[in-house]
């Protein structure tokens, strides 16, 4: 199978590099030709433009920065739609968006795939990533392969806009570990607690995260490098509320989450790291959040493995039924 790929920043860069490591003819295309000549170099080929891409492979995946964006370029991939063919959705976006423009695919015989990841960026370069789908059954088959190869773990969660729905809780979640994290580390040293072993303590504990084994590190390293902006946050978060309000959910966090990095935004722009966050308490108090031995950034230490397909607990007890 052909496959196109659209998108070459943090995430897709490295999504779009397992693909090609493990041997997928790969055709790419971004704006910044840069990433494109890296691309090349290595084995890819040039894409002309969103066009030429979906008339020339068979899957074309969206790694972009915005609904708007995955708006423009579909609308140029357009015309070259037809059976056969297959859209893959892999940026954080919008339900009802995905829904809309997966419509316009399928009325064309296209297939339409939301796909977003979840696991962090250092996972994603070396195919540890986790990979949601929301699709038919059957297309779901088909791209199995090799989302395989960019994922470890890929669960099928239903028809078109299931993924981005799911895509959007987990990272409200995340978001909401996140800001918790930084209050406990902030309160720990108010109170006189050792940085490093507060660290230990809520890794052990029953107060544990992924968000904190990952994003506290480089926290108290000082880097706050996570490859994840406070902007990219607020479009994530102001997706999860929009979920809500969809469907009459009284939220209580989620509108505080919002406010809180807006308040960052404001302070140290939008393209500042999210764990930059604790600069808000850092500045309050006074107190620097920092320790030794912690890294710059995450790498991930996991051996690149094949992918498979994760299948929801109580599955068999709901066919039995």
């Known amino acids: 199978m052909k496959v196109g790929f659209i998108g070459l920043g943090n995430v897709g860069g490295k999504l779009s590099g397992s693909l090609l490591r493990n041997g997928i003819d790969l055709t790419v295309h971004d704006l910044n030709e840069e990433f494109v000549d890296d691309f090349v170099s290595r084995g890819a080929k040039r894409g002309e433009n969103p066009a030429q891409l979906m008339r020339d492979c068979d899957a074309v995946i969206t790694c972009l920065p915005s609904p708007a964006a995955s708006d423009t370029v579909m609308q140029e991939m357009l015309p070259e739609m037809k059976e056969g063919k297959i859209w893959m959705e892999m940026s954080t976006t919008d339900e009802a968006e995905v829904k809309r423009l997966g419509a316009m695919v399928m009325e064309r015989g296209g297939a339409a795939v939301d796909c977003p990841v979840s ?26 392969p090799f989302l395989t190869m960019m994922g470890r773990r890929i669960l099928h969660t239903g028809e078109l806009g299931s993924a981005s729905v799911l895509k959007v809780v987990t990272n409200y979640l995340a978001t909401a570990n996140l800001v918790t994290c930084c209050e406990a580390l902030v309160t720990a040293k108010a109170a006189g607690m050792d940085l490093n072993t507060t660290y ?70 939008e393209r500042c790291y999210s764990p930059n966050i604790i600069k808000r308490l850092e500045e309050a108090t ?33 066919a039995a039924e």
């Open 119 to 144: 696991g962090g960026c250092h996972r994603a370069d070396t195919g540890n990533i986790s990979i949601f789908a929301g699709c038919d059954r059957a297309t779901f088959e088909r791209i199995l």
């Open 200 to 269: 230990e303590a809520m890794k052990i504990s029953s107060g544990t995260s992924f968000v904190h084994e990952t994003e506290s590190q480089v926290i108290l390293n000082g880097s706050r490098d996570i490859s994840f902006t406070m902007d990219l946050v607020k479009k994530d978060a102001g997706l999860f509320q929009q979920v809500a309000d969809r469907h009459n959910v009284p939220l209580e966090i989620s509108p505080m989450l919002v406010q809180i990095f807006e308040d960052g935004i404001e302070r140290f722009g």
């Open 286 to 318: 006074g107190l620097d959040i920092r320790a030794p031995g912690f890294p710059p950034e995450m790498l991930d230490d996991e051996p690149e493995e094949p992918g498979y397909e994760v299948i929801p607990q109580g599955t068999q007890l709901k």
